[in-house]
T-cell receptor, first 115, second 112 residues
Framework: GESVGLHLPTLSVQEGDNSIINCAYS??????FIWYKQESGKGPQFIID?????DKRQGQRVTVLLNKTVKHLSLQIAATQPGDSAVYFC??????????????FGTGTLLAVQP | DAGVIQSPRHEVTEMGQEVTLRCKPI?????LFWYRQTMMRGLELLIY????????DSGMPEDRFSAKMPNASFSTLKIQPSEPRDSAVYFC??????????FGQGTRLTVV
């Protein structure tokens, strides 16, 4: 029979435009969040992280916003380039206490950059 | 550092055979993770270790799966016996406590 896979949300943008990718997380006790980029045939690659005591963090061309009230993360990519085309995942650290890590990933968003 | 190193990159095996996936984490990292990625279920955390000790294996699908970390520089994920539904890309990742995890290139497993 036909297999049914995850339906990845897709964001299609024009080269040079800004991109916003959203993510809802599940655990209000999570205190550390990470955005990853995964290109075809490769492992996830770290982009930017944010801790729960912050609302915003900026990197090179990327900004992460955290809204703890509604358990929402967003990744903003400025001046999107063809090389940004990939699947983007948010991950939350659901570890217990300060000495453990338990990174749980969302389902991902496919970013397609049109030249 | 060469990053997280996984081997083999590709594995094709027959149903019922034992499969062993290997991982060398980044030197100095004290957390190690095994993930499985499929179209059906996305990226699933199977098990993670802190200081070579398994902390949470609740993601391991069944008793056919086992993972070990005999020392800080080596871990294995074993499937015995393998089944076609185990076909997936298996990733190993490592991190220092409460920091980002670095992923290997993955092992693509096909069970026929």
């Amino acid at each position: 029979g036909e297999s049914v896979g995850l339906h990845l949300p897709t964001l299609s943008v024009q080269e040079g435009d800004n991109s916003i990718i959203n993510c809802a997380y599940s655990n209000s006790a999570s205190d550390y969040f990470i955005w990853y980029k995964q290109e075809s045939g490769k492992g996830p690659q770290f982009i930017i992280d944010i801790r729960s005591n912050m609302d915003k963090r900026q990197g090179q061309r990327v900004t992460v916003l955290l809204n703890k009230t509604v358990k929402h993360l967003s990744l903003q990519i400025a001046a999107t380039q063809p090389g940004d085309s990939a699947v983007y995942f948010c991950a939350e650290n659901m570890g217990y206490g300060g000495a453990t890590n338990k990174l749980i990933f969302g389902t991902g968003t496919l970013l397609a950059v049109q030249p | 550092d060469a990053g997280v190193i996984q081997s083999p990159r590709h594995e094709v095996t027959e149903m019922g055979q034992e499969v062993t996936l290997r991982c060398k984490p980044i030197s100095g990292h004290n957390s190690l993770f095994w993930y499985r990625q499929t179209m059906m279920r996305g990226l699933e955390l199977l098990i993670y270790f802190n200081n070579n000790v398994p902390i949470d294996d609740s993601g391991m699908p069944e008793d056919r799966f086992s993972a070990k970390m005999p020392n800080a520089s080596f871990s294995t994920l074993k499937i015995q016996p393998s089944e076609p539904r185990d076909s997936a890309v298996y990733f190993c990742a490592s991190s220092w406590v409460d920091t980002e995890a670095f992923f290997g290139q993955g092992t693509r497993l096909t069970v026929v």
